[in-house]
Each structure stands twice: as C-alpha cells, then as structure tokens.
C-alpha cells in the first residue's frame, strides 16, 4: 500500500479530525481528504445543538405536537440513537441534557443539585416522546421541554459517513480519527492486519496503552480521566460511578461512538451480555479500582498487544 500514509488534519465538532490514507497519490487524497471534511463540516452544522440554524437547535424549540422537515444526518443519527437506547435498556439516551444541567454550573463546574431539580430533570429524559416520519424525513415530540444532545453518537456518525466519501473515491486504505471519541478504518497497512490504534490507556497509569489493529470497523472510547465525571447514568439522573473507561468495537462507528457511553454506566455483567448477544461488538471496561487497573474485556480482541 505505500510507505508512511498520508496525514490530513481538520478542526471540527470540537475536536482535532484527521484522515490517514495509504498507497495513494498525494494529490488524488488530498482531494478525497477534502471532500470527507466537507461532509463532516455539514454533518456539524446539521446535528450541532451550539449552531443556532442547526436541526437540534430546531428541535429543542418544538412544541409538543407539531412536526418538523429535518435532514438526512438527523434522521439516521436519530434511528440508530433509538435502536442503541432500547439495545442497551436505557443506557444510552440522547435527551439527557437536563439531566446534565443539573449537574453543573453556568461555567461547567460541577454542582449537586437538590432531590426537587433532579425529579424535575428527570421528568424530561426519555426518549419515547421522540417520533420520526422516515417518508417525510421528519420529527415530532410527543411532549414539550424534550432537549436533544448527539453529542455522544455525533463523531461516531461523522467517522462512518467519512469512510462512506472515501469508498466513493475507490480508496481502499485509509483511517478516519474524530479526535480521542471514535476511530474507524478500512483496509490495512503493508505488513498489518488492519490500522493500529491505542485502547486501554488511562491517563497517569504507569503500565502502557495497548494496541489493536482495525480493519473496516470502528473503536470509540469515553472515560473520565480527561473531562472528569461527566458522564450521567440516564436510568439514575446520577453520575456513573466505579468506572474510569470504557471502550466499544464495532463495525459501525455510529454504533460503537453510543455504546462506548452506554457501557460507562452498565453494569460489568451487562455489557458482558450486551457482546453474547451482538456478536459483532467487543467491549473493554477499565473498573476505578486503587493500584492496578484490572481492565475487562468481552468479544473478540484477538489483535490486541501491548505497545
């Protein structure tokens, strides 16, 4: 395929993006690079609920009852956001933010809030007064004061639609990296099985990160140890407690970006029965435990190494 692959950087979603291709002419992937970044500039404005014009922000301004065009991104983040939170029991849910309000400060800081706001928040996350219209490409909420947040499945769409452009331009090897949230590839590097990509590192920890070579699929990750317990368990209205990460293998990255945040607050023995049952997903858990970090590890991890 080449020697070293080709390195594309691009800001977006609030995060370092890059494209790496291999064994293809410098100038043809810088074009194919360009129109990946064109897609995910969209993608960002279409399912941003910080851009005013977005879809989200439209969606969070509904009233109860009344129904909305929204577009293609929207519409196929929202199918599979459903298809994870009943997958996963409730685990991952996309109208959590109430529920993160109030856990923090105007500044981000974190706060506890009084049982009365918690109920209050509560009351407003759950994801059955979401309705779509897949023939008119459209949404309704059931109820009012719902607030949608794709800030947990959002990269994990963008990497899939990414490897989509790239396939369109007949790459055969390449690797999409929406910054430390979601990771995907297709085909390999000379030499490889895949495209190696660090798992299981956590920050401070003396024992290095380990590698996994990936190959048309996708590795997403959440944890703690960069924004702190940010993370609230959608069943509870409280933060996940007695995890540091978690990490999901999948061939979708729109699917691994929502499981990895799902696993963070499932039970061990959850997501062990998530992976028996969804052959095709692989799940890493790094318990907070003192000392050694024992890390957890259900599916299929055959290409993974320590660094």
């Avoid at 963008?158 to 979601?182: P, Y």
């Avoid at 590192?201 to 990160?209: A, C, I, W």
Wanted: glycine share 10%; hydrophobic share 40%; charged share 25%.
């Amino acid at each position: 395929m080449g020697d070293e692959p080709l390195r594309f950087p691009h800001e977006a979603m609030a995060t370092a993006c890059q494209v790496m291709v291999a064994g293809e002419d410098p100038s043809y992937a810088r074009q194919a690079a360009d129109a990946v970044f064109a897609e995910i500039d969209a993608i960002e404005k279409e399912l941003s609920r910080f851009v005013e014009t977005s879809d989200i922000t439209m969606i969070n301004h509904l009233r109860a009852g009344d129904w909305a065009p929204i577009g293609i991104h929207t519409l196929e983040c929202l199918k599979a956001a459903l298809r994870v939170n009943a997958e996963t029991n409730g685990a991952f849910d996309v109208t959590i933010g109430p529920l993160m309000a109030c856990w923090r400060n105007p500044d981000k800081s974190p706060r506890t809030p009084s049982e009365e706001e918690l109920a209050k928040a509560r009351a407003l996350v759950g994801m059955k007064p979401i309705q779509l219209d897949e023939a008119r490409i459209a949404i309704c909420l059931k109820t009012s004061g719902v607030k949608l947040d794709l800030g947990g499945i959002g990269k994990g769409y963008a990497v899939d639609r990414a490897i989509d452009i790239l396939k369109e331009w007949n790459v055969e090897a390449a690797l999409v990296d929406a910054g430390q949230s979601t990771t995907g590839a297709i085909g390999h590097l000379d030499g490889k099985q895949g495209w190696p990509v660090g798992v299981g590192g956590v920050r401070d920890e003396k024992e290095p990160p380990y590698l996994i070579e990936i190959s048309n699929q996708a590795l997403s990750g959440s944890g703690t140890h960069v924004k702190g317990s940010h993370i609230i368990d959608p069943r509870t209205g409280r933060p996940a407690s007695g995890r540091v990460a978690a990490w999901a293998l999948h061939p979708s990255g729109t699917i691994a970006d929502a499981l990895s945040t799902a696993f963070m607050v499932m039970m061990p023995t959850e997501v062990e029965q998530y992976c028996k049952t969804h052959p095709e997903t692989s799940a890493m858990l790094v318990p907070q435990t003192e000392g050694h970090i024992e890390r957890l590890r259900y599916g299929d991890w055959k290409r993974l190494r320590n660094v």
